[in-house]
């Protein structure tokens, strides 16, 4: 079973950028599909971005394309969400979350495992 952890978060404003990271431990990192979701306050969860485990394929939110970037290394256990151009509506805390296999899955319920979280802030 693969724990989840997050870091990176802060608070930025309008139109800075961030990166937050997820480091995986206690499982073998190269074979799941790797996702970033958010919640903001009174809001339902949303996906964010998720890349697979050989890192061929990725997928974002509408709202974030062409303004976040999410990566993975493999050999560090890591995944990573670089933010720019950010907006005050992008402030959420910020998880990420695994799930077994290469399909890439825009589906909170469809990943087991989960971060605690780390929360973004971005100030107008």
């Known amino acids: 079973q693969v724990q989840l952890v997050e870091s990176g978060g802060g608070l930025v404003q309008t139109g800075g950028s961030l990166r937050v990271s997820c480091a995986a431990s206690?499982?073998?990192?190269?074979?799941?599909?790797m996702g970033w979701f958010r919640q903001a306050p009174g809001k339902e969860r949303e996906f964010v971005a998720a890349?697979?485990?050989?890192?061929?394929?990725?997928a974002y939110a509408d709202s974030v394309k062409g303004r976040f970037t999410i990566s993975r290394d493999n050999a560090k256990n890591t995944v990573l969400l670089q933010m720019n151009s950010l907006k005050p509506e992008d402030t959420a805390v910020y998880s990420c979350?695994?799930?077994?296999?290469?399909?890439?899955?825009?589906?909170?319920?469809?990943?087991?495992?989960w971060g605690q979280g780390t929360q973004v802030t971005v100030s107008s």
């Open positions: 979350a695994a799930r077994l296999g290469s399909f890439i899955s825009t589906m909170a319920h469809e990943y087991p495992y």
């Open positions: 206690g499982g073998t990192f190269s074979i799941y599909t």
């Open positions: 890349v697979s485990w050989s890192a061929g394929n990725t």
